[in-house]
């Protein structure tokens, strides 16, 4: 699996930019997809303190980008990145119509990348002995 993504990067830069669509984008494109109104966002599981949506998205997102990018300097940089693009994206929804700025949204895009990275080096740190 690691070999398949380390191989086709293309894959994670591809669901980047849909990532990056899907959140600028004024309004809820799977919405207008499933329900034909823009205004309403499907919910895969309730939320409880953070947004499931938010940190479903988070979680595959990051365990793609540790599996596309194998070095130590690359994950670091990967791991910047997925935190800033978190933060970002969120802090786009201030300035963007018919979009709100939610705590649960941010935090659920955080604590999906973190624990993916809490996972990941958990797994190194025991799972080859």
Known sequence: MTKFFSKNKFIFYLINLLI????IF???ILGLAMYNDINIQPQITPNFIIS??????????????LL??????????????LIALS??????HFVIPSRSFQWSDLFGNLFG????????SFINKYGNS
């Open 20 to 23: 990056i669509i899907f959140y």
């Open 26 to 28: 004024p309004g809820s």
């Open 52 to 65: 499931s949506n938010h940190f479903y998205l988070f979680v595959v997102l990051s365990l793609i980008g």
């Open 68 to 81: 596309t990018f194998m070095t130590t300097k690359q994950r670091k940089y990967l791991i910047i990145y």
């Open 87 to 92: 933060i970002i994206l969120e802090l786009f």
């Open 113 to 120: 990348v973190f624990v993916v990275i809490f996972l990941n």
